[in-house]
C-alpha cells in the first residue's frame, strides 16, 4: 500500500487491530464500485467525492489513525449529503454483505480474528482440515494469512546462507508472502504443512530403490514409512525383483516376485498417514520386458485390489517397435540377465490397453523419452516417477514442487505477460529455498537432492484461463496459445536459475551432465519445470486444476474423508449472467448433466467455450499434453477422459498418439469404470433402488477410499491410488 498523496493520514487501523499504511486509491475504487453498480456514470463524481471524503478525514483524524470502519462511515455519509442516495445505500449494503461474508470466513476457520486472503469458502475448509496449525485439542491457532507469513518466513531464512542481510531477507519473506497470499503461486502441500514447524519436511515426492534382496525390500519398506509419515509420497520401479517362480540361492526357496512385494508395501501405505494429514500415495512401476510383467497389468483388476498405489507399465522404445511390427519381444531375467521366454508384443500391448479401458490402470511411462532428458546421465537412469507421474526421479532424489495460478494473469483478451514474468522468477526463487530449508527423511535423499537441486515449476487454472480468455480448449488456438504460454514459462524459469547459480553456484552435479556436454549455461537446478496435478492447492487457489479441462460447470467434489463441496464455475457463472441466461433452473439442469452442450436457450459461441472434461475428443486431451510437454524438461501429469461407452479401439489410439507425439507417459479414465469418484455430476434424479446415480458412482461411503495426498482426484481410482496433490496423474485433477 502507498502513501496518500492528498490527506494527511498515513496509516489506518484494520480490523483485527494491526495497522497499515493507507492506501487512498481504495476510496475512489469502492465509491467506482458502488457507482458501477448503480448503473451510473461517473462523470467525475467519484474523484470529487473521494477528495471530498479525504479532506473530512483529515479534519477528524489529523492527530490519530482512523479505522477501517470510521473511514467507510465516512464514505456514507459523504455520499447522501452530496445527494447520491442511491448509490450510498448500494455502498450500504455492500458494507453489509462483506460484513457478513467475513464473519463467514472466520466461522469456517474457526477463529475471531481478521484475515485478508481471498480463499474461497471452500479452499478455507481445506486448510481448516490440513494446512492451518492446530493446537494439542485440534482447535486452529493460526488464520490463512498466518499460515503463509509462516512459510514466506521461513523459507526466506536460506537467503542467509548466500550473504543476504536481514533487511534483505525480510523483503524475501515479504515478496513470497504477497505471491501466496494473492494465490498467484503455491507450493506443493507438504511446503504448505510443514514449513516452520517441527516437522519441516517440503518436498511433495520421493522416489526410493529396492534391490533384489530381502534386506533392501524391507529397509526401503521401512523408508516409505518414514517419507508417508513426514508428509511425502514415493515412486518405486520394481524391476530389480526377480520374477515369481526363481530360485533364491541362500535358502534355496521360490521367489514371490514383484506384485506380491507390490501388495507388502500397499498394505504398509495403508496405516502410516502422511504427516498427520493423510494416507501415503505411491507408484509401481514394472518394466515392459520383466518376466511378471502380466501379472502386473492384471493385478488390480479388481478395484479393491492395491488401492494406495497407481501403477505404470515403462515401455520402452524397442517394445513399441515390436508392436508396430507385430513381432515378438525378449523378457529378460533382472537378476540374470538372461532371455525368460518371448511374448508377442501386440498381445501385451492389448492386454494393457483392455485393463486402462476396465478400470484405468495401468498407466504407461515412456522410460526411454524420459530418459532422454535425464539432466545428470553420469549419475545414473531414470527408472521411477512419483506418485503422479509428472516427475521422474532417480532413486533416492526428491522434488520440490510449486504452480503458478495463471488465472489472475489474465487481462482482457491477453495474459499479462509482465506481471506472470516476475512471479515466475519469485516463484523459482522460493523452490530453490525449499532445498535449504527442508527436512530430509533420510541422509541418502538430502545427498542427492542437493546435488541436483531438481525444483518443479508447473502451472494450475488453464482451463480456468480458457474460459476468460475465449477459446474453446478444444481447439488449435488453445494448442497454439500453450505451446507459447510454456515457452515464456521455461524461457523466465533458465534465466532465474542461471542468475541463482551465478550468485549460489550451479547444482553440483553439473560437471559431467548432459546440459554440460550440451553447451548450455550453468543451471542452479538440474530441472525446472513439470505440471503437477494440483489436487488440493488448486482448490485452495479456487481454479482449475493442472492443465485439465473442467470436468463439469457445476458438479459435486468429494474429498476429505467423503465430504461434498458444491461447485459453479464463475466465469460461466458471469458470462451466462452478462448475456442474460443465467438462471437457478439453469445450474439445477447443468448440475444433472455436467455439460452445457445439451441445453436450449445458451447461445452456441457460449457452448464452444465453455466445454468440459467429457465434451472433448481425446486427441485433444493428448495434443494439449503434447503441447506443454514440449517445453517441460520433467513431465506433465495428465488424465486422458473417455465417456462410459468409449471403445478399447478409442483407448489404444490414445496411448498410440502419446507415443507419437513424444509425451512421457499417458493415462486414461473411462467414466464410471471405477466405483468411487472424486469428482461427481450431482444427480436430482432417483432410481428405483433409492440411490441416486451420483451414489452409484460413489460406491460405498465407508471412509476407506479417499484420496491419500489430498482427496481432489478428478474422475479415477477409488483410495489413496489416486492422490493428485502428490498422488496420481490417473486424477482428473
Not at 509419515?229 to 515369481?244: A, E, H, I, N, Y
Not at 465434451?615 to 473417455?642: C, G, P, R
Request: with cysteine; charged share 30%.
Amino acid at each position: 500500500m502507498e502513501k496518500t498523496g492528498t490527506a494527511g493520514i498515513l496509516k489506518v487501523e484494520k480490523r483485527d487491530g494491526r495497522i497499515i499504511a493507507f492506501d487512498e486509491a481504495r476510496i475512489s475504487r469502492a465509491i467506482g464500485r458502488a457507482f458501477a453498480d448503480e448503473g451510473m456514470e461517473d462523470n467525475g463524481n467519484v474523484q470529487i467525492i473521494s477528495n471530498f471524503v479525504l479532506s473530512e478525514l483529515e479534519k477528524k483524524f489529523a492527530e490519530k489513525i482512523p479505522s477501517v470502519e470510521e473511514i467507510q462511515d465516512i464514505v456514507e455519509e459523504t455520499l447522501m449529503r452530496k445527494g447520491f442516495t442511491k448509490v450510498a445505500k448500494t455502498y450500504i449494503l455492500y458494507r453489509a454483505e462483506h460484513a457478513k461474508t467475513r464473519e463467514t470466513r472466520k466461522a469456517v476457520v474457526g477463529t475471531t480474528r481478521e484475515f485478508e486472503s481471498k480463499v474461497s469458502l471452500n479452499g478455507l475448509r481445506v486448510l481448516k482440515e490440513r494446512y492451518l496449525l492446530k493446537d494439542d485439542s485440534g482447535r486452529v491457532v493460526e488464520t490463512p494469512d498466518e499460515m503463509f507469513m509462516r512459510v514466506a518466513n521461513n523459507l526466506a531464512i536460506a537467503d542467509t546462507n548466500y550473504g543476504s542481510s536481514e533487511v534483505e531477507m525480510k523483503k524475501t519473506a515479504g515478496k513470497f508472502y504477497s505471491l501466496m497470499s494473492s494465490l498467484k503461486f503455491l507450493p506443493n502441500a507438504p511446503t504448505l504443512y510443514n514449513a516452520g514447524t517441527k516437522i519441516q519436511q517440503l518436498s511433495a515426492c520421493f522416489v526410493l530403490p529396492i534391490e533384489d534382496d530381502i534386506r533392501g525390500i524391507y529397509t526401503t519398506l521401512l523408508n516409505q514409512a518414514i517419507i508417508h509419515q513426514s508428509g511425502g509420497g514415493t515412486g518405486f520401479d520394481f524391476s530389480r525383483l526377480r520374477p515369481k517362480g526363481s530360485i533364491v540361492r541362500s535358502t534355496k526357496g521360490i521367489a514371490s516376485g514383484p506384485v506380491s512385494f507390490l501388495r507388502v508395501y500397499n498394505a504398509s501405505t495403508q496405516e502410516i498417514k502422511q504427516g498427520g494429514k493423510r494416507r501415503g500415495a505411491n507408484m509401481g512401476i514394472l518394466r515392459v520386458d520383466h518376466p511378471d510383467i502380466l501379472e502386473f497389468i492384471n493385478c488390480k483388476e479388481k478395484n479393491t485390489d492395491i488401492t494406495n498405489f497407481n501403477i505404470s507399465v515403462a515401455i520402452t522404445r524397442k517394445f513399441m517397435d515390436a508392436v508396430k511390427a507385430d513381432r515378438d519381444y525378449e523378457l529378460i531375467e533382472p537378476h540374470t540377465g538372461r532371455v525368460s521366454r518371448t511374448e508377442s508384443a501386440k498381445r501385451v500391448f492389448d492386454l494393457l490397453v483392455a485393463a486402462a479401458w476396465r478400470n484405468g490402470d495401468p498407466g504407461v511411462i515412456f522410460i526411454d523419452r524420459i530418459n532422454d532428458d535425464n539432466p545428470t546421465p553420469q549419475i545414473g537412469a531414470i527408472e521411477s516417477t512419483n506418485p503422479c507421474g509428472e516427475v521422474p526421479l532417480l532413486p533416492y532424489e526428491s522434488c520440490n514442487l510449486g504452480s503458478i495460478n495463471l488465472s489472475k494473469f489474465v487481462a482482457g483478451s491477453e495474459f499479462n505477460w509482465k506481471e506472470l514474468e516476475e512471479t515466475i522468477r519469485i516463484a523459482v526463487h522460493l523452490l530453490d529455498n525449499v532445498i535449504d530449508m527442508n527436512h530430509y527423511p533420510l541422509p541418502e535423499i538430502e545427498k542427492i537432492t542437493k546435488a541436483n537441486r531438481k525444483i518443479g515449476l508447473g502451472i494450475m487454472g488453464w482451463a480456468e484461463s480458457l474460459y476468460l480468455l475465449g477459446i474453446p480448449y478444444n481447439s488449435e488456438k488453445a494448442i497454439d496459445l500453450a505451446g507459447k504460454l510454456m515457452s515464456f514459462i521455461r524461457s523466465g524459469a533458465d534465466r532465474k536459475s542461471i542468475e541463482l547459480a551465478e550468485k549460489r553456484g550451479a547444482f553440483p552435479n553439473y560437471g559431467g551432465s548432459a546440459l554440460e556436454k550440451k553447451g548450455m549455461p550453468k543451471f542452479r537446478n538440474a530441472t525446472r519445470l513439470c505440471i503437477a496435478p494440483t489436487g488440493e492447492i488448486s482448490m485452495i487457489a479456487d481454479t482449475s486444476a493442472g492443465i485439465e479441462p473442467v470436468f463439469a460447470l457445476s458438479y459435486v467434489k468429494r474429498v476429505l474423508d467423503n465430504q461434498d463441496f458444491v461447485y459453479v464455475n464463475d466465469a460461466f457463472r458471469k458470462a451466462a449472467t452478462e448475456n442474460g441466461f443465467y438462471s437457478e433452473k439453469l445450474v439445477e439442469e447443468i448440475t444433472n448433466k455436467g455439460s452445457i452442450r445439451e441445453i436450449g436457450g445458451i447461445p452456441e459461441e457460449e457452448k464452444k467455450v465453455f466445454v468440459v472434461a467429457f465434451d472433448i475428443e481425446s486427441e485433444w486431451h493428448v495434443k494439449m499434453q503434447a503441447a506443454f510437454q514440449k517445453n517441460v524438461d520433467l513431465a506433465v501429469s495428465k488424465t486422458i477422459n473417455f465417456p462410459e461407452d468409449a471403445t478399447i479401439d478409442d483407448i489404444e489410439s490414445a496411448y498410440m498418439s502419446a507415443y507419437e507425439m513424444d509425451c512421457k507417459g499417458i493415462t486414461v479414465y473411462r467414466d464410471k469404470s471405477r466405483g468411487e469418484q472424486i469428482l461427481n455430476i450431482e444427480s436430482a434424479k432417483r432410481e428405483d433402488n433409492g440411490f441416486s446415480a451420483r451414489d452409484k458412482m460413489s460406491g460405498e461411503k465407508n471412509g476407506s477410499n479417499d484420496c491419500p495426498n489430498c482427496g481432489t482426484k478428478m474422475t479415477m481410482q477409488e483410495g489413496c491410488a489416486t492422490c493428485p496433490d502428490c498422488g496420481t496423474s490417473h486424477c482428473n485433477v
